[in-house]
């Protein structure tokens, strides 16, 4: 017997090494035992930084004080254009060539301080330049809970304006886009009440704004535009919606009213639509819109009209236009409302890769009529019926597929056209 308890050891050792082996098991020495006392980290600072992805890249500091993010989208689009020979007289200079362009390559950097100031710069650098598009500061959490805006942003004005091009149903917006103001410079004061369900905003901007470079120029050209919006019904996820709204737009010494449309609902070259109202005093405003939500169905409509003023005792003119749509999730996801916009489905099963989910799959149709009245007008009746298919991948990618069908009634022409877009996100 083994008396010596280091001899018992060797012993024990031995006995356990050679069944080891006997079993086929790997004789490696088994490994150390972890130490229980967790190993010192050093004291995290109130202002370190952490760096994390959510739909962008995204900074923020521990006491989430400060927070930036930097956000982007690319949108390739490929068109086939079947234009009538009719729309070749057509002034304007429309082109029915097919075209491959970037319709949008977009930069975005946002930022939050002590959560009640924020910023936004945004620039296009699609055709080669870089073009302002959204450039302005908010004063968040002020009486009431409203919002303060300064800088360049889209006028609040219509729905499918104010929806972001991500999450628009259709490669272009609607032919009743050519009378929406846009993006301008100026004031504004925004608010929400009854958790969402109503929202407001108001603002004073330059009435003629050059949106591309953020300036304006013209004594005394000024415009008010409001928004007001009410959803009597809606679920907390967004996806059960009733939703109105009105807009009012009052736009003084504007001098040249000139609206020009290089895409009737498809990409193209030239102004397909030109809605140029010379010596113009003032321009009056008024939209409606609704939109319905339930589950996997979408429904939304608008009409704007339009009422000129001319200057110098010269006639005043009227135009008006309106679009219905329809959007149904083919596998079950629907759109959601949220800030009284509408933003693109969520695949409940993303695709990333062979051997993964489907995505979500949209149907979408429209039919829009715009009517821009008498006067020194290129195209005074154009209407429009596109049909589309969509395919969200995931978060990041999708691809749009839509056939147009515009019928011109001033030249008495019709174009078709199939367009293909590769639309990322990040």
């Known amino acids: 017997m083994l008396r010596n308890p280091i001899a018992r050891g060797l012993g024990l050792s031995t006995v356990c090494y050679a069944a080891a082996l006997a079993n086929g098991a790997d004789a490696e020495l088994p490994a150390p035992i972890a130490a229980s006392v967790a190993a010192p980290t050093a004291p995290v600072s109130a202002t370190d930084m952490r760096v994390f992805w959510n739909n962008g890249l995204c900074f923020e500091t521990a006491d989430k004080q400060y927070a930036y993010s930097l956000s982007g989208r690319i949108h390739l689009d490929g068109t086939y254009i079947d234009a009538a020979p009719g729309l070749d007289t057509a002034p304007g200079g429309p082109s029915d060539a097919d075209r491959v362009a970037f319709r949008r390559t977009r930069l975005q950097f946002d930022g939050v301080f002590y959560e009640s100031f924020a910023f936004r710069t945004s620039y296009d650098f699609a055709g080669g330049s870089a073009n302002f598009r959204d450039v302005y500061v908010q004063l968040r959490k002020l009486r009431w809970g409203t919002t303060l805006w300064l800088g360049q942003y889209r006028e609040p004005f219509g729905l499918d304006q104010l929806n972001s091009s991500n999450d628009n149903a259709f490669l272009e917006r609607n032919l009743v886009d050519i009378l929406s103001p846009g993006r301008s410079t100026g004031v504004a004061l925004s608010g929400a009440a009854q958790k969402g369900k109503v929202s407001w905003s108001v603002g004073v901007f330059h009435a003629n704004s050059t949106a591309s470079v953020g300036t304006g120029a013209g004594d005394g050209a000024y415009a008010a535009t409001g928004r007001l919006t009410w959803a009597p019904v809606m679920n907390d996820a967004g996806t059960d919606v009733v939703h109105m709204g009105v807009a009012l737009s009052q736009r003084e010494n504007v001098e040249n009213y000139d609206r020009s449309v290089t895409r009737p609902e498809f990409d193209a070259t030239g102004n ?86 489907c995505g979500a799959w949209e149907l979408a149709a429209r039919y829009s009529f715009l009517d821009l009245g008498t006067g020194a007008i290129e195209s005074n009746d154009a209407k429009s019926m596109t049909v589309g298919i969509n395919w969200y991948a995931n978060t990041a990618l999708a691809v749009r597929l839509n056939y147009v069908l515009a019928d011109f009634d001033s030249v008495d022409a019709t174009a078709n056209a199939v367009g293909l877009r590769v639309q990322v996100v990040f």
């Open 272 to 357: 397909w639509i030109v809605a140029d109202f010379n010596a113009v005093d003032s321009v009056t405003l008024m939209g409606a819109e609704a939109a319905m939500l339930h589950g996997p169905l979408g429904l939304q409509g608008e009409f704007v009209q339009a009422e000129i003023d001319g200057a110098n005792g010269d006639t005043n003119r009227s135009a008006y236009g309106y679009y219905v749509q329809a959007t149904y999730g083919l596998t079950g996801e629907g759109r959601t409302y949220k800030g009284a916009v509408i933003q693109r489905p969520k695949p409940t099963t993303p695709y990333a890769g062979p051997g993964t989910g």
